[in-house]
C-alpha cells in the first residue's frame, strides 16, 4: 500500500468512526423518543380508561349548577303567619287574590305569581303551626 492510499483509508476510518458516533447518538435519541412516547400512549389509554368524570356525571353536575343558579335569581317570598289550611286546594289561587287585598294595592299590570306552594311535609294532627318561625 501506498502512503495516500494509507492516508485516503484513514480519512475514510476517521469518516467512519464520526458517521457511527453521531448514529449512535442518533439512535440514543431515538430510544428515549421511544421510551417517551410508549409512557405518553400508556397514560392516555389509563385516562381513558378511567375518566375523570363521566360524560352523565357532568351533565348531572351542569343541571344542578343551572338549577342553583335559577334560584338564586328568583325573587322568592315566604309569607308566614296564615293559619294552616287557610289556602284551601288552590295555594296560587289563594296568594293571588289575598296579597293585593291585604297590601290594599291595585296592580295596573296585575299581580303575577309563577308559583305557591305550602311548606314542605305532611301536616301533624294536634301538630304546631309551621308558620309560626
Do not use: Y
Not at 467512519?16 to 409512557?39: K, W, Y
Not at 357532568?58 to 343541571?63: H, I, L, N, T
Not at 296568594?95 to 306552594?117: S, Y
Request: hydrophobic share 35%.
Amino acid at each position: 500500500m501506498s502512503k495516500d492510499q494509507k492516508s485516503q483509508l484513514t480519512d475514510i476510518w476517521r469518516a467512519t468512526a464520526s458517521i457511527e458516533m453521531r448514529l449512535s447518538e442518533v439512535l440514543s435519541r431515538l430510544s428515549d423518543v421511544e421510551g417517551r412516547l410508549n409512557f405518553l400512549e400508556d397514560a392516555a389509554a389509563e385516562a381513558k380508561a378511567n375518566p375523570a368524570a363521566t360524560a352523565t356525571e357532568v351533565e348531572s353536575c351542569r343541571r344542578r349548577l343551572d338549577e342553583m343558579d335559577d334560584q338564586s335569581r328568583r325573587n322568592n317570598l315566604h309569607l308566614l303567619g296564615f293559619p294552616e289550611g287557610c289556602e284551601g286546594k288552590d295555594a296560587l289561587a289563594f296568594i293571588t287574590e289575598t296579597v293585593p287585598a291585604l297590601l290594599g294595592l291595585d296592580f295596573p299590570g296585575g299581580f303575577q305569581v309563577e308559583r305557591a306552594h305550602r311548606s314542605l311535609g305532611p301536616r301533624k294532627p294536634n301538630g304546631p303551626s309551621r308558620c309560626s318561625s
